[in-house]
């Protein structure tokens, strides 16, 4: 394996997710057909990857296995592999990115390991407390930026406030939007509605006019209207919303499905409106938007969904060699040193 | 305004909702076209419903007017509305129910207003603290049952085991299931995850076998799924959940639009697939489940979509309609009873 500058190199671990090593190897060989400047870090067991890379000779090449036996299992509370997966592939593919080895990590594994690891051995970013996982989501109009989907069950308003200039900072590096609006995820528009947490957040966000463009409180249906470029929630609510938002996109495919199968009538119909039925439906393609961020780290630690095949895996990697790219963390640091100023 | 025993008398707050009166009434003459059995008291403005009766003559002829200026308004605080509204249109058509004059009252105002003065007026079923918004949703296999949708933004693990008896019960009446699996809405299935409400309620759950059949922890995906017949979580999280997922219908209908009406071959193709598809898409059509149930109080009570159009609300009615011929009340009491002798 050969790398130059125009290479990224990246650390996978090759035994997460609910299809393991098959997945995450086939996953990098399309990324690398994808992008031929990616090269790999692979952490896992090497009698189960190396049959695979022998299915996909141009990746062995830019690939080196790293051997370990250990992994983190999906039931796993992330204190147990804190203290137990020391050898862990998570844990190795996370310590290549802390020593600048790799220049980014992707994971298809157990979420709250993958955050507990992250906070501890790539560190958070000066005045952020926890790392929020962060995704772009297609809407009717121009993508936003949910945050955090599912790394913190429970927030309090501190923490929502630093999701927010997160969210900030990420629509305006990866979504090239100057001034991106932030919403926070609630139950209602009206000023008093919500938890204690949400509610005080909201005040907290009012006042911080120089950090950041609160627009107050949208609803779950906002998720896909556009009507901001950030919307802010703690972790529950983000992954039943994200999740919940899948599974419609899954039914309703399935139903569309039925209607295009059920007649002669309705397969010719299918047949003519087939390209323009894929150009459309392609922006709402849950594998396209694969590869979420642990935003907070100072490291690019990328979580693949655990249930994602090796197309949506791919889409992660590419995710993590975008990132790998950019510095937004001197950004977020000067935003949160700016909120922190604001709310005095 | 005859009513004899084959009718069915509702109230209708007439002032609740984005669209007021308009709605309301044409959603009465709507829901009267299919179901000639209604009767209607319906509480507001006098002066802006008389014109409407107007364009619907057979809805005056079966409707009752009791005029009152006052109205709950969407951002008014419960306890202000409980306060100040005691001749608001919709404290007057809970009254309707509450004395025994309707068997049922529908609105689409203020849910926290609708909910407090459900509690104090119509009164908790014995061993119930608060009432939840159930609605059944469409799922892969068959519908499924969802609570709480909003009607409690704080729920502790006695709420949670509350909601999954009335849930059972309503799975029982309403979708003629005879013994309803149960599942705990999560961030993940395994049983270390979540909040310790949640936490606490699969405790609970899990030692209530007499009481129902639950199945552990569920995520946002399975609301579509089907895995489950009962989803039970906290009034937050299910209203965010409920609006994600009509904002990706309507979000991927949207999509569906663009598709058929970008090209010649396309118009055609929806053309020939046009009755497939109606067919098809009529069972996820948001329109057709709008209509929850204020579960856990004695009397009837059905909350509409606040942005609900005519057609909507003549769904609202017609649930309050199906609804006031069961009672099961004494079925929910029974379950609760054993579920507290269960639990100690």
Chains 1, 2 share one sequence.
Do not use: W
């Not at 190897?25 to 399309?30: D, L, M, P, Q, V």
């Not at 952490?43 to 370990?68: M, S, W």
């Not at 983000?238 to 009538?265: D, P």
């Amino acid at each position: 394996m050969t790398k130059s500058s125009k290479h990224i190199l990246l650390s996978l671990d090759a035994m997460g997710g609910d299809k393991g090593p098959d997945m995450v190897i086939e996953g990098a060989s399309i990324a690398l057909r994808e992008n031929p400047n990616l090269r790999f870090l692979v952490y896992g067991d090497e009698r189960k990857i190396k049959p695979l890379f022998k299915k996909y000779p141009t990746l062995e090449n830019v690939a080196q296995i790293f051997h370990t036996t250990e992994k983190v299992n999906s039931h796993d509370k992330p204190s147990v592999a804190l203290r137990q997966s020391r050898n862990s592939s998570m844990r190795l593919a996370i310590n290549a990115v802390s020593t600048g080895l790799a220049q980014g990590v992707v994971s298809a594994g157990n979420t709250g390991a993958y955050m507990a690891m992250g906070k501890i051995f790539l560190k958070m970013i000066d005045g952020i407390d926890r790392p929020a996982i962060v995704s772009p989501f297609p809407t009717k109009t121009k993508p936003c930026v949910m945050l955090d989907l599912g790394a913190n069950v429970v927030c309090d308003e501190h923490h929502l406030c630093q999701f927010a200039v997160m969210g900030k900072v990420y629509a305006q590096e990866f979504l090239d939007i100057k001034n991106p609006t932030v919403g926070l995820l609630n139950v209602g528009e009206e000023e008093q509605k919500g938890n204690d947490a949400i509610q005080n957040a909201a005040q907290l966000l009012k006042k911080a006019k120089k950090t950041l463009r609160f627009e107050g409180f949208v609803e779950g249906n906002d998720i896909t209207t556009g009507k901001v470029d950030v919307i802010v929630t703690d972790g529950f609510t983000g992954n039943v919303a994200l999740k919940a938002i899948e599974g419609v996109i899954g039914f309703t495919m399935g139903i569309l499905k039925s209607v295009f199968t059920s007649s002669i009538f309705s397969k010719i119909g299918y047949l003519l409106a087939m390209r323009a039925f894929k150009r459309h439906t392609a922006q709402i393609n849950p594998k396209k938007y694969n590869g979420a961020m642990l935003i907070g780290l100072r490291g690019i630690a990328i979580k693949s969904h655990g249930g994602a095949d090796a197309v949506a895996f791919s889409n992660a990697i590419h995710a993590a060699a975008k990132f790998a790219s950019h510095d937004m963390n001197k950004k977020i640091e000067k935003n949160i040193a700016q909120l922190h100023k604001e709310l005095g």
